[in-house]
């Protein structure tokens, strides 16, 4: 929605749309008066939409008349073609590096210049981390955020950088230069290690998944206290567990194509 579109001229849709783009990652819950000051609408219009998506599963009511975005939401939204089958090939891989390591591991995809996450697996370690699975958060302050951005194309990182690089914890990279050095690092290497730059007391070790023209899809990771010493002692697992991904990707969408009973074709089997 352009920002000069006034809110009595928007359509029901855009209306509905400026609700529900009130809700963001710093305010995932959020009183009705603050939903209408936010999305700019008469609290009226804005009581009448909220109801209306809480009846449809948009959003729902909790507790002190809070409300927050609805399973609806998301259940459409794991209906996308590269989050579902991303998400699908990945998990049975996921599972086995949470189980063989411990610890949460994640798989994160490229959104404009943030790191979506897809799935989080939360180990047998208890951590306190930011990561929430359809959470977007800074690419340079994460391991397979920075993954993501070094293999992204040169005007994603140009808009990164126009964009500061804000601290998120006590060893964010929020030097260019740096930054800069160590996406060339992760490119030469194949994977990154990453220290309390997302949160402090935690570390990263992180690889891309790659499609089968060559194309970095997402990444994984896996994340341990940030006092693990040796923290290329995971990477191997790390990389297997990508490069699994990566070919269970690649079956998918080479499966050929068998004659169906009415002459076309279906994916074998």
């Known amino acids: ?9 928007r359509s029901v849709l855009g209306r509905g749309l400026a609700v529900l783009g009130t809700f963001t ?15 700019g609408l008469p609290s009226a219009t804005a009581y009448r939409l909220v109801a209306e998506l809480v009846g449809w599963g948009a959003l729902e009511r909790v507790a002190r008349g809070r409300y927050r975005v609805g399973m609806r939401l998301w259940e459409i939204g794991s ?22 390591t411990g610890y949460p591991v994640h798989l ?14 939360a180990g047998h370690t208890r951590l306190e ?36 690089l804000p601290r998120v914890a006590s060893g964010t990279i929020t030097d260019p230069g740096r930054l800069t050095a160590a996406l060339a690092e992760i490119r030469r290497t194949g994977h990154c290690l990453s220290r309390e730059e997302m949160t402090d007391g935690a570390a990263s070790v992180a690889a891309p998944v790659v499609g089968p023209a060559g194309e970095v899809l997402a990444g994984i990771s896996v994340v341990v ?10 990477v191997p697992a790390v990389r297997m567990a990508a490069t699994a991904v990566s070919r269970s990707l690649f079956t998918e969408w080479e499966r050929p194509l068998t004659p169906d009973r009415g002459g076309g074709h279906t994916p074998g089997p």
Do not use: W, Y
């Not at 990652?25 to 999305?39: F, G, M």
């Not at 996308?80 to 063989?100: F, M």
């Not at 994160?108 to 996450?117: I, S, W």
């Open 1 to 9: 929605m352009s920002a000069d579109v006034s809110p009595a001229t």
């Open 129 to 164: 981390l930011r990561s929430q699975v359809g959470k977007r958060l800074p690419l340079h302050a994460s391991g397979p955020g920075k993954v993501l951005l070094a293999h992204a194309p040169p005007d994603v990182l140009d808009a990164v950088l126009a964009g500061g």
């Open 25 to 39: 990652p710093d305010r995932p819950e959020q009183t009705l008066r603050a939903i209408a000051q936010a999305s």
């Open 108 to 121: 994160v995809v490229l959104d404009g210049t943030h790191a979506l996450f897809l799935e989080r697996l």
């Open 225 to 234: 206290p940030s006092d693990t010493e040796n923290l290329a002692l995971l």
């Open 79 to 100: 209906l996308a073609p590269v989050a579902r089958g991303l998400r699908d090939a990945a998990l049975p891989v996921l599972q086995d590096l949470c189980a063989v």
